[in-house]
């Protein structure tokens, strides 16, 4: 991106952000939990998984978003690099979501387009940081996302195994997104700066369980 005007970066940007946002993601990998059938699960059932599935979703719309405005910012060349790959695995996980709504019946939250901004600028304001911060930040997040995750893989109603299997091996995938964002030199964050990203966070999962 370094060849790039301003005005194309941002062109670039707002092209990336319209296809994250309307579903022209990377739907090729093998979704986990394939072969479980749904032909248990009620309707009330499938309506809560819906809602927890949107929250995912939400969170890979967030995760897409955080890690391009971290690429743009920082001055890195190798940090760059890691940023392109770890948003490129994270569609992976963001296809996996989109396609289990439409299996549920639910559609996506009508907040995705804002949480994408937030995200995309509070992206852009680390990664302009310093590595071990920009680093640190990203083990920060996906360490919470984690924590999240497994909370709703036991929310899930047990005869959903079909999401279950994906939010398990999205979890696993976010485990070794911390562990690099570490090895590359990712330092622990401030405790105030911890609890400041855990509250926005939980204002995202509050109302896109929701709307
Ligand atoms: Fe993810
Ligand atoms: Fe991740």
Excluded at 40 to 59: M, T, Y
Excluded at 128 to 135: F, G, Q, R
Excluded at 175 to 204: F, Q, W
């Amino acid at each position: 991106m370094r060849n790039f005007s301003l005005a194309d970066k941002f062109f670039i940007e707002f092209d990336e952000a319209i296809n994250t946002l309307s579903g022209k993601v990377n739907h090729r990998a093998e979704t986990p939990g394939k072969d479980f059938q749904d032909d248990k699960l009620d309707q009330k059932a499938r309506e809560e998984s819906g809602r927890l599935l949107r929250v995912n979703h939400c969170g890979e719309i967030c995760a897409q978003a955080l890690y391009r405005g971290q690429r743009l910012s920082s001055k890195n060349e190798k940090n760059r690099e890691f940023m392109e790959e770890a948003a490129s695995e994270e569609t992976k996980h963001l296809g996996w979501c989109e396609k289990r709504l439409s299996e549920l019946n639910t559609k996506p939250s009508i907040l995705n387009p804002f949480f994408y901004a937030t995200s995309f600028f509070a992206g852009l304001v680390v990664g302009a940081t310093t590595d071990k911060y920009s680093l640190g930040f990203t083990a920060e997040t996906e360490r919470q996302v984690m924590v999240h995750l497994s909370k709703h893989i036991s929310s899930l109603p047990s005869e959903d195994k079909k999401s279950k299997a994906i939010l398990e091996q999205m979890r696993l995938d976010e485990e070794s997104h911390k562990d690099s964002a570490i090895e590359r030199g990712g330092a622990e964050l401030p405790r105030g700066t911890r609890i400041l990203m855990a509250l926005l966070s939980k204002v995202m999962t509050k109302t896109t369980y929701w709307v």
